[in-house]
């Protein structure tokens, strides 16, 4: 599997549910960050997790890392329609190394 | 907030010919800008990193006689697609980061979608 692994590939819910996705990765991070995606545009940058922590919070978001299991997830709650877009983690190393990313999830929020 | 503008948003050109791309940082210096491509429902794959005033590293398999890119200052980095084939086309991104900022969050550019016909 490749740095940076999302799962599921694609997920679809009701709108007011909630939505989680995973990620999972190799090699040792500095921290780990959530992307989303519109589809054909640009990437936003959601939230960051540091190494040292283990959740965090921000609005509707939840993230958590689990550096024993290289593992991290996010979850959105009370989803809404304008919530759907592809969603990447990408991990980062270092100084500015690379950025890995996954291969995303593809989440639906049906109205 | 920290905001990279890209330019153009789409572009069409016919094979053979080239295709500027700019990715400008605007309230920030990006000491080092990124760029990337994405195929269609595939996750991005970093091309190349720019640092102003020196060479592209490029990653493997990319070729850099054919993917062109110019960090001439702090602000601005450049990628051509030199002679251009259907096979180029893709939606390219880019992203910038400063020393500032670290690594704490890169930000990106919308993107642009080249069609080559």
């Known amino acids: 599997s490749q740095q940076g692994e999302e799962d599921p590939q694609a997920l679809s819910i009701q709108e007011g549910e909630n939505a989680t996705m995973n990620c999972s990765y190799k090699?040792?991070?500095?921290?780990l960050q959530w992307y989303r995606q519109n589809s054909g545009r640009g990437l936003v940058h959601l939230i960051l997790?540091?190494?040292?922590?283990r959740e965090k919070h921000s609005g509707r978001l939840r993230v958590t890392l689990d550096t024993s299991k290289k593992s991290s997830s996010l979850l959105i709650t009370a989803s809404r329609a304008a919530d759907t877009a592809s969603y990447f983690c990408?991990?980062?190393?270092?100084?500015?190394?690379?950025?890995?990313f996954g291969i995303g999830t593809k989440l639906q929020v049906i109205p | 907030g920290a905001v990279v503008s890209q330019h153009p948003s789409r572009v069409i050109c016919k094979s053979g010919t080239s295709v500027k791309i700019e990715c400008r940082s605007l309230?920030?210096?990006?000491?080092?800008m990124f760029w990337y491509r994405q195929f269609p429902k595939q996750s991005l794959m970093l091309m190349a990193t720019?640092?102003?005033?020196?060479?592209?590293?490029?990653e493997q398999g990319v070729e850099k006689d054919k993917f062109l890119i110019n960090h001439a200052s702090l602000t601005l980095s450049t990628l051509t697609v030199t002679s251009a084939h259907p096979e180029d086309s893709s939606f390219y991104i880019c992203?910038?980061?400063?020393?500032?900022?670290?690594?704490?969050?890169?930000?990106f550019g919308s993107g642009t979608r080249l069609t080559v016909v």
């Open positions: 309230d920030f210096q990006a000491t080092t």
């Open positions: 990408a991990t980062f190393s270092g100084g500015y190394q690379k950025v890995t």
């Open positions: 997790i540091r190494s040292n922590e």
């Open positions: 090699t040792s991070i500095n921290n």
């Open positions: 720019s640092n102003e005033g020196s060479k592209a590293t490029y």
């Open positions: 992203s910038a980061a400063s020393a500032d900022r670290g690594n704490y969050g890169y930000t």
